[in-house]
């Protein structure tokens, strides 16, 4: 697909993380439709550059640069800083352990040529769990009847009474992300949730695209949401899920406090 990067935030490298890498290369490489880009964010002088240096990518070896970040190295500051160094005008989140479906961009592609006025196109994920076994789906809600004000559309008020989305996959405008404030590392557990409600709040329109795009390892040991569900307790996360909906309307990080 013209005209696209794809991003992918690589932190650490743990065992197992080549095979995953691998499959999540194929998954670009056996695209339809390919993006023009792909970004690989690692934080500088760690394995992970080497690692990601070192990676064969077959095909698609003159479309892959390797960025180091030498700022904050969460998936939030990560993909923050892959979207800075974005030349085109739409770009992709691709997690190292994840996999596009083959005509996911093909999709895309349909897609912004019919809806324009559309921001933020978003896949339906199939989540497994980390030997593949499947879980669920995710982002379809919006293709239920009476969900949100207009079928297909993720909306303000629909995302105030229902949070489970993910941004994994996501094809979005640039210009957008940055003029509205990206992702905002300090919100830790609910930075996705409360970046949707930034975004409709906004009135950037997110649409989800009606078809399979991306599959998703859900909860991995080692990842940061299996982590969080380890080690965080309900109260913790109930706060976090209610700073999201008092912080949204704030562009920028703001200094949080668990106290507040």
């Known amino acids: 697909m013209n005209n696209i990067t794809v991003i ?36 500088v002088g760690s394995e992970a550059t080497k690692f990601a240096n070192d990676f064969d990518y077959g095909a698609i070896k003159d479309l892959v640069k390797v960025i180091e970040n030498d700022g ?30 083959k005509i996911w961009f093909k999709n895309v592609e349909t897609y912004i040529e019919a809806y324009s006025d559309v921001d933020i ?5 199939v989540d497994v769990d980390e030997f593949g076994s499947f879980i669920g789906f995710t982002n ?11 079928l297909g559309l993720l909306d303000k008020d629909a995302l105030l009474s229902y949070q489970n989305f993910n941004i994994d996959g ?24 409360e970046f949707l409600l930034r975004m409709t709040y ?19 040991v080692g990842s940061l949401f299996h982590s969080y569900k380890l080690n965080m307790n309900p109260v ?12 949204f309307y704030h562009e920028h990080d703001r200094e949080l406090s668990y106290a507040e």
């Open 8 to 43: 992918i935030p690589l932190h650490e490298v743990q065992e197992g993380t080549n095979g995953l890498y691998k499959n999540a290369i194929e998954s670009i490489t056996d695209q339809v439709v390919k993006p023009s880009n792909v970004i690989v964010v690692t934080p």
């Open 72 to 101: 904050k190295t969460d998936f939030a500051s990560q993909i923050n800083y892959g979207v800075s160094k974005c030349e085109t005008t739409w770009f992709s989140i691709l997690e190292f352990d994840d996999e596009y479906s």
């Open 121 to 125: 196109f978003m896949p339906i994920i």
């Open 140 to 150: 379809e809600a919006v293709w239920a009847n009476s969900f949100s004000e207009e």
């Open 170 to 193: 996501i094809v979005m405008k640039k210009d957008i992300y940055e003029s509205y404030g990206g992702f905002k590392s300090n919100m830790q557990l609910t930075f996705i949730y």
């Open 202 to 220: 906004k009135s950037a329109k997110v649409m989800t695209i009606p078809k399979f795009g991306y599959k998703h390892v859900n909860q991995r």
């Open 236 to 247: 913790e996360a109930n706060w976090w899920l209610n700073k999201a909906k008092s912080e």
